[in-house]
């Protein structure tokens, strides 16, 4: 009878001891796994930093630094520079933040804040809605319907409005074209908008509801609240939703290329066409004969690159500190 | 019951096997040229439901359809801008004329009919240049002493992509106009002295019919879909002629084919009091010493098919069929396309 029992016990130790050795490799093979699909995505990186600077070399080595100053755009002459891409990739994500973040942060207030519980949810799902149309429509809609809207309505208007105020004057000198730089600019605006408006509604939710409610108590108005109480515990989260944002301004290709006018030239004018890194490439890419040609479209890859990389870390960077905050 | 499964198996194999190798081994892949696709892919499906042998055409663009078939990852490719004869013989490729078409100013102006505005080489040039930039300008009311032009601002629509359309345009305003011959030059992208881009003939179309005061170029074919105001031009003889099968004809027949090695012809600006001085061939480049001899031979089956059988489709799309006297000379040069044996592939 015991002698029976021993046994059991001793058979019952090894098929645990077994289990568990068992248990360890399937954990240590988990690990590996999981440690190898993260590295993958460094190596990928990786590889793409160094093909595209190795694809730019024979640019960068025909134009030097000046590459990144030049407004020369001559395939004929096979004489490149990338001046007039990076101003018009500045410019038109610089309006496109002038006109999504006041708009973006009034819709996230007017959700958490004032908004009537029965139309929240409609609302919140049609600025969803907006991110989820492919850039190629709204680079149509652009074409169709804003440009020769613009070209009609708002462009005559703001030459005669302007026309006789020193610097104003040269941001809106006509003719009115319809598409250009501030035409690309309003589009980016639209379709960075719910990026804005759904990151700040979220953060704006982190704010402690005793905050709120002691800023009510000593008798502040709703928009003091969100003055300040409201944004100043929310600023970096804000801006960090703003930075990601900025950074799908910067990289947008198909809509911009259908409204910037696709023109190589340093124009101050907001009403003249312009072009960005990304529809050059997009333009460009297919017919680009000669290696000095195709290494210029790269070495613009390149400099997008950097460009939103930075934007990117340091929208990463903020979003982080207001996640450690609000834990 | 077992036996009998085996078998039909084993004959499911072989038909499998026997399709696929068909399917291989007539697989003919081509790329380049956006102009000419709507007829090669015409043409392609025709051909594959009268003979069953297919052909994919990817429209890349001239220089992508010139990239891949020295990289030899095709079968042929299509480039609207002919290689020089001395590009060939380093790629060691034929080139041929197979279609042709013609290159429209296109304008939106109030108040004008298409084919009602006339415009000449420099005058066109000089738009371009930016040097007219309204359309009451002399220069194009003394073309037009009955056109009513208002003091509308030119909005100058060019092509942003690289495109063989723009090469054809270009070498045409270079041969007439020598400001723009030293200015800006000839290519399938240039510098643009004024205006917008827009990408594709579609995209031109597009911004053209959109843009109040616009001037565009672009293929005939999409001139007429869109119903765009297309302009007539003085051609080199200083007749003025309107667009189409005639005109465009005119000026292919009147280049000489025969004395041009490789068919290098750009038939622009060309003699005859009927021609449209904006024509452009597209062309065809092939391996001389095709990797894949089934595919090349039937390559040049299928483009000897399209110059037989073809015209018909072609003008339906508004594209014009190579003279028959071009055709005999073409074939004649496909005597170069020889296999690993030595003997021409074509039959």
């Known amino acids: 009878m015991t002698e029976i029992a021993i046994e059991t016990r001793v058979t019952r130790v090894a098929d645990r001891a077994r289990a568990l050795s068992a248990i360890a490799v399937a954990d240590r093979l988990f690990h590996l796994t999981t440690r190898t699909a993260a590295i993958v995505v460094l190596i990928i990186l990786g590889g793409v930093i160094v093909s595209l600077i190795h694809g730019s070399l024979p640019a960068l080595r025909a134009f030097g630094l000046g590459f990144l100053t030049s407004q020369a755009w001559n395939p004929v002459t096979d004489n490149f520079g990338a001046l007039p891409a990076i101003y018009g990739t500045v410019v038109t994500s610089l309006i496109a933040m002038l006109i999504a973040v006041p708009v973006g942060l009034g819709i996230a207030t007017f959700l958490t804040e004032l908004c009537p519980h029965p139309l929240r949810r409609p609302i919140s799902v049609a600025i969803e809605l907006l991110a989820g149309i492919p850039s190629i429509i709204y680079g149509i809609w652009g074409l169709f319907v804003l440009a020769p809207f613009v070209q009609a309505h708002v462009q005559p208007g703001l030459i005669s409005l302007f026309k006789d105020i020193p610097v104003l004057s040269t941001l809106f000198a006509g003719p009115p074209y319809g598409i250009g730089v501030l035409t690309a600019g309003v589009i980016l605006a639209v379709m960075v908008l719910p990026f804005i408006a759904s990151i700040s509604r979220d953060v704006f939710a982190t704010v402690p509801p005793v905050l709120k409610e002691a800023a009510t108590g000593i008798g502040c108005t709703t928009s003091e609240m969100m003055r300040h109480v409201v944004l100043p515990y929310t600023r970096v989260g804000v801006i960090g939703g703003v930075m990601l944002a900025l950074g799908r301004a910067l990289g947008e290709t198909m809509a911009v290329t259908f409204v910037i006018g696709n023109a190589h030239k340093v124009s101050p004018s907001l009403l003249a066409p312009g072009t960005t890194i990304s529809a050059t490439i997009a333009n460009e890419f297919t017919e680009a004969v000669g290696d000095v040609y195709t290494s210029a479209l790269i070495g613009l890859g390149l400099i997008l690159f950097i460009i939103t990389f930075v934007v990117l870390a340091i929208a990463r960077y903020m979003l982080m500190r207001i996640e450690q905050k609000s834990a | ?347």
């Open chain 2, 1 to 347: 019951m077992i036996s009998t499964f085996f078998t039909r198996a084993a004959a499911a194999a072989t038909a499998l096997a026997a399709m696929a190798g068909a399917a291989l081994a007539l697989d003919i892949s081509g790329a380049g040229a956006t102009f000419p696709y709507p007829i090669y892919a015409k043409w392609a499906d025709t051909y594959k439901n009268e003979t069953g042998n297919g052909l994919n055409y990817q429209s890349i663009g001239s220089g992508g359809g010139i990239k891949q078939i020295k990289a030899r990852t095709v079968t042929f490719g299509a480039s609207d801008q002919p290689l020089k004869p001395e590009d060939l013989q380093a790629a060691n490729l034929i080139q041929w004329p197979q279609v042709i078409g013609g290159i429209v100013p296109v304008v939106n102006l109030e108040g004008v009919q298409p084919g009602e505005l006339v415009l000449d080489g420099p005058t066109l040039a000089k738009i371009f240049m930016g040097e007219i930039a309204s359309w009451d300008d002399a220069s194009i009311k003394k073309l037009n002493p009955k056109a009513k032009l208002a003091a509308t601002p030119i909005v100058v629509v060019h092509r942003s992509d690289g495109s063989g359309t723009t090469f054809n345009f270009t070498n045409y305003l270079s041969k007439v106009s020598q400001d723009w011959k030293t200015k800006v030059g000839e290519n399938s992208a240039v510098e643009w002295p004024v205006g917008v881009g827009a990408k594709g003939n579609e995209g031109v179309a597009n911004n053209v019919a959109n843009t109040k005061g616009a001037v565009g170029y672009v293929e005939y074919a999409y001139a007429k879909q869109n119903k765009l105001t297309h302009a007539k031009m003085v051609n080199a003889a200083g007749k003025v002629v309107a667009p189409g099968l005639e005109s465009f004809q005119s000026a292919a027949a009147s280049a000489d084919w025969a004395k041009s090695p490789g068919f290098y012809q750009i038939i622009t600006n060309e003699p005859g009091a009927k021609s449209w001085p904006i024509s452009a061939a597209t062309f065809i480049l092939l391996p001389k010493d095709p990797k894949d001899e089934a595919a090349a031979a039937e390559a040049l089956k299928f483009f000897g098919w399209a110059f037989a059988h073809g015209g018909k489709a072609a003008e339906e799309l508004d594209y014009i069929p190579m003279p028959k006297t071009v055709v005999e000379l073409v074939k004649k040069s496909w005597a170069e396309v020889k296999g690993a044996d030595g003997k021409p592939l074509a039959h």
